[in-house]
Every structure is written in C-alpha cells, then in structure tokens.
C-alpha cells in the first residue's frame, strides 16, 4: 500500500465536528477517533458534548467540548441531530462569521438539500447515513465498523464521506440521485430494524402466555433470540425464498389457520399482524414459483 493510500485508509491530520450528542453523534465521536481523527463535540446540553470528549480521550483519542463559534475550524461537520432540528442547526451555522469547509447530516430520510441553508454561503454539503442500530440506551457499546453507508451531496463533501466510511472498513450503498430513493431507503431500514424490534416484542408476549406460570420472561427472549439468529443465519447463506420455514413454507394452510385461531383469542392485534405476514409470505414464495 503506498503512503498515500494508508493515509486515506485512516483520519490521521483530520479534525472532525460532531454536533449531537446522542447515541448517533457519540458512536460516531468515538469511532472516528479510533479511526485517527481529533473530535470537537458540540451539543445543545453542554454536558453531553463534555461526556462524548471524555469517551473519545477514553478510546485513546483527542477529544474537546467546544462552542457552536468553535466548530467552522474542523475540517468536516457532522450534524447527528433529530430530523426536526436540522434546518434549524444549519441555518445557526450559516450565521456564523466564519464559513464551514463541509457539512454532512446523519439523517436517513433526507437527502443533502436539507442543508441548503449553509450550501448557500459556500459550504460543501452531504450525507452519511450509517445503516445500523444505534440504541439509545447505553447497555453496550456500538459500532459503525463494517457497516453500509448512505452517501449524498457535493463533490468536496462526498470524496471526504468517502474516505470515512473506508477508514471505518465500512462500504457505501449506491442510492439513486433523488429525494424519493432516500425515503424508500430509510423506509427499508425502518421496516428491517424497527420492524423486527415490534414483531419480536409481540411475539413474546405471544409465548409468554403459552409458557408456564411462573417461567422467566428473560428465557423467552432467549428461545426466540436463538430462533432468530438462525433465522438469520439462514439469510446469509440463502436467498429468502430459500431461508423462508415454517407452516406458510411448507404449504400447510390449515395449521395457519390453526394459528390465527388461536391467537385470535389472545391477540387480535398479533392475529392481524400475522394474517399480513402470511399473505407477504405466500407472496414472496408466489414470485420465486414464476
């Protein structure tokens, strides 16, 4: 590897702004200082910008709590910020006597115009969406490492995006050059994510009410967390048609029908949901049949 493609392979030089400090704007902290970068956190509660500097020195980085005034001076802006407040920040930030060089968002559904507040004074603007799970909680630690990533925006803003996502060992995920593919693309991560947080919840419930009194909820997530590592498992090695079991796979319409019955008498929310899964199911099995 040359000198020069090692350097690209890491942040090393760079000096990164982070502008939120949740759960987006803290992983992010964090890994772009173990990817090389020096972190200036900022944050509406200035206790969270102290706390995410704290984590990024932790991870053996430089990282400072700085001023709104302060962040124009990194080399690139990241606004990990709620959708609803984004236009807004922006709109702080184009005010400031000093221009910013690049700004990206970190909000899936909105493509780089969201930032035309500050593409307008001459800042280079962009996207950098990362397609993980982020919690708000803080029981573990979490990783952009290896993931995909969403990109948009100017030339300038999209060739540093881009060496990012390599010094993360992530890769980027082609999107169509339009506001509606960034919302069909969001809407899958919500689907996928979200999703299958609600089924599993609901599903839950489901077996606790057939376990016996007294059995632990916390084994029951562990018996459908089994399933469904398997489950995914099989969606590593197998097309969906192919990793697709059960009762709706096998054809067996009467043990279906058996199962909205019965949970029916428990859920009817859970009935419903299943009946529309089903129908999605035999659907997906229909289309590989033609």
């Given at each position: ?42 944050s509406r509660d ?139 693309y969001h809407a ?103």
């Amino acid at each position: 590897m040359s000198p020069e493609s090692q350097r690209r392979a890491t942040l090393g030089g760079l000096r990164l702004a982070i502008l939120g400090c949740g759960a987006v704007g803290r992983t992010f902290a964090v890994e772009l200082a173990r990817a090389g970068s020096s972190v200036l956190a900022w944050s509406r509660d200035s206790t969270r910008a102290e706390a995410a500097a704290r984590l990024v020195r932790e991870a053996g980085g430089e990282g400072q709590a700085v001023d709104l005034s302060q962040v124009p001076a990194a080399d690139g802006i990241l606004l990990c910020v709620h959708d609803e407040a984004l236009e807004e920040l922006a709109a702080r930030l184009a005010e400031l006597s000093q221009r910013v060089a690049v700004a990206w968002h970190t909000c899936g559904f909105h493509g780089a115009e969201v930032l035309q507040s500050l593409e307008k004074t001459g800042t280079a603007c962009g996207k950098l969406h990362p397609m993980v799970a982020l919690p708000r909680g803080k029981t573990r630690e979490s990783s952009l490492r290896g993931a995909f990533f969403s990109l948009a925006g100017d030339a300038p803003a999209l060739e540093l995006a881009r060496r990012i996502v390599a010094a993360l060992g992530g890769e980027e995920l082609a999107l169509r050059d339009d506001p509606g593919a960034h919302r069909l693309y969001h809407a899958s991560a919500a689907l996928a994510s979200g999703g299958l947080v609600a089924l599993f919840a609901t599903a839950a419930n489901v077996l606790q009410r057939a376990a016996r009194e007294g059995e632990d909820r916390e084994r029951i997530d562990q018996a459908l967390l089994f399933l469904l590592r398997s489950t995914l498992a099989n969606l590593e090695h197998e097309p969906p048609t192919a990793a697709l079991t059960g009762p709706t796979a096998r054809g067996a319409a009467s043990i279906v029908a058996g199962h909205l019955r019965a949970l029916a008498d428990v859920d009817p929310s859970a009935a419903e949901l299943y009946r529309q899964l089903t129908a999605h199911m035999q659907r997906l099995l229909g289309d590989s049949r033609s």
